[in-house]
């Protein structure tokens, strides 16, 4: 996991690139008309207001002073970009609270693969539509009272404004991160509490969201962006989900268990597919409980159990007593399956679209090296790694 505000930064512009996927474009569009139009609202009525102050100051001002136009107005652009942002920002981000949301549950599918529990789509959106904007009713409120001491500070030369931008940029990620947390039923304390776990990873997203939104055009974008890329840091970051697939790491799935395998370790993790520990992660469930349901898969899923054997053997150091053939003659036989898709092949050797020969090769080579059943492995596993290289290079 990473710590670097850098990393923290590029989860905003991964938001960017999100957006315009296929699949996605559909969702944005509302979040998107919202942002444009409060922040032309905004920016239309300040300068129409700004316009009339300007005339009424000239008529009442001596001619030789008219060179202060030239100044205010500068001013005058750089105070509106500043509470432009801040105050219609959050106008937006209310106004928009269950499109975001709907957002955000439509881009964890597409970066894990699987749906929400409780997800509902527009159902679900219209059920919580008061709930969701009580919420983002208590998140403004945490926002004007915390900055309260920030805006005092703000009159602190070089200091101030820094700790306001700091205050600023941990608001933005409170207020995005919330549509993902808040999708997969965490609540508001205990979302600021894994903010606070990636505090400089959180204030690096918060700080390019702050940015993006003062420059013109770009902050039509910055809310369905930021709720996208939000999204992500949650998915990759602060829940650690098994579904989402990092560098150097590869995924092997069967009817019931989806193993994450790190190439450069051999660590695994994983999630229950199917069963009655659907949805958990294997760290959650105990030995005991994982014996007794491999005891259950060797009678009716092999598969899952020679990957459940894998992971008791080399992340719990628990033995595995295997059946006989004799004893899993009365399983079922599995059926001729057909060849590897491209995709499954990558996601097992852990590798894009892109990937060479060498690429395929190495990645290849590391996850035999971890995985061969010479080296705690099994034959299962050393199967799919095979074929995987095979679909790849042919």
Avoid: C
């Amino acid at each position: 996991m990473s710590v670097n505000p850098v990393s923290g930064a590029g989860y905003l512009f991964q938001g960017i690139r999100l957006i315009t996927r296929p699949g996605l474009r559909r969702f944005v569009i509302v979040p998107l008309l919202v942002n444009i139009l409060v922040f032309s609202a905004g920016i239309a009525a300040g300068v129409s207001w700004f316009e009339g102050f300007v005339t009424w100051m000239d008529a009442r001002v001596p001619s030789w002073l008219q060179w202060l136009d030239w100044i205010l107005w500068p001013v005058f652009v750089l105070l509106l970009l500043v509470l432009v942002f801040y105050g219609f920002a959050l106008v937006a981000n209310l106004i928009a609270a269950p499109f975001n949301s709907l957002l955000a549950e439509k881009v964890e599918l597409l970066l894990t693969g699987r749906p929400l529990e409780q997800g509902g789509g527009v159902p679900k959106m219209l059920k919580e539509l008061i709930p969701t904007l009580w919420d983002e009713t208590k998140k403004i409120l945490y926002a004007v009272l915390l900055a309260i001491p920030f805006l005092l500070l703000l009159f602190v030369p070089l200091v101030g404004p820094i700790l306001w931008f700091l205050y600023t940029a941990w608001i933005m990620a409170v207020q995005y991160t919330d549509y993902p947390m808040g999708n997969n039923g965490l609540k508001f304390r205990e979302q600021r509490r894994r903010l606070r776990e990636r505090r400089t990873l959180s204030l690096g997203f918060g700080a390019a969201t702050v940015g993006v939104s003062m420059v013109p055009v770009l902050n039509f974008i910055v809310m369905p962006s930021a709720v996208a890329g939000a999204t992500a840091l949650w998915v990759r970051e602060l829940k650690g989900s098994p579904n989402y697939q990092g560098a150097h790491e590869s995924r092997v799935a069967t009817r019931g268990v989806l193993l994450v395998i790190d190439q450069l370790s051999g660590h695994m993790r994983g999630e229950f597919l199917t069963g009655p520990f659907s949805g958990l992660p294997l760290e959650r469930v105990s030995t005991q409980d994982l014996i007794d349901l491999l005891a259950q898969w060797y009678a009716g899923d092999l598969a899952s159990a020679e990957a459940l054997e894998v992971y008791l053997e080399r992340e719990r150091e628990q033995p595995v007593r295997r059946p006989t053939p004799a004893q899993r003659a009365d399983a079922p036989k599995p059926t001729a399956r057909q060849h590897m898709p491209q995709e499954e092949a990558r996601a097992v050797l852990g590798l894009g679209p892109g990937a060479g020969p060498e690429e395929i090769r190495a990645a290849h080579r590391r996850l035999v090296q971890r995985l061969h059943p010479d080296r705690g492995g099994s034959d299962y596993l050393a199967a799919k790694i095979n074929e995987a290289k095979d679909v790849l290079l042919d």
